[in-house]
């Protein structure tokens, strides 16, 4: 699955706090696919996933007060299910029916 993704993070200081001065970027293994059976899969990231695109259609390392536009390519097991994404850094995560 190729995902479209546009970002931008906050002014230095609060990016700053929340990453603690390194860049943030969109890692696969924060993401989750859950099928309409409701198992979670394993893994959605895999040597073939990162490969599939060239570097210049990837989703850049952002730093801060920056805007990024890039793809993210994630293998799931079905067409139909739940994609969650729950970054590390914050106490919530969102989803999408697929």
């Not at 931008?8 to 990453?19: I, S």
């Not at 970027?25 to 924060?30: G, Q, S």
């Amino acid at each position: 699955m190729t995902l479209d993704v546009s970002a931008e993070t906050g002014p230095r200081e609060q990016f700053q706090e929340a990453f603690y001065g390194t860049d943030y970027m969109f890692n696969p293994h924060e993401w989750k696919f859950i099928t309409p059976a409701g198992t979670t899969a394993n893994s959605v990231a895999s040597a073939a996933s990162y490969m599939c695109l060239p570097d210049a259609e990837r989703i850049p390392e952002m730093g801060p007060a920056e805007r990024a536009t890039g793809k993210i390519v994630l293998d799931v097991p079905a067409k139909t299910g739940t994609l969650v994404y729950a970054p590390g850094f914050v106490d919530q995560a969102w989803e999408w029916k697929l």
